[in-house]
């Protein structure tokens, strides 16, 4: 079982674009780790559009959207 909350990364956003990018990949392993009906998938879901919503602000690609 893997476990990890990917908003309590501390301001990863604010780090470089690497370091977003990187958090974005984790946010989608833990997304694959949770499929349709498994209780956390709304969190992992949650997670990765915290994150892609960050990445947003910070590059305007609205791809990320």
Do not use: W
Request: some cysteine; charged content about 25%; glycine content about 6%.
């Amino acid at each position: 079982m893997c476990v990890f909350r990917i908003d309590k990364v501390p301001q990863a956003h604010r780090g470089n674009a690497e370091d977003l990018d990187q958090a974005i990949a984790l946010a989608r392993l833990a997304l694959a780790l949770h499929p349709v009906g498994h209780t956390d998938r709304s969190k992992s879901l949650g997670n990765l559009a915290i994150q892609l919503s960050n990445r947003f602000d910070h590059r305007g690609n609205a791809e990320d959207l």
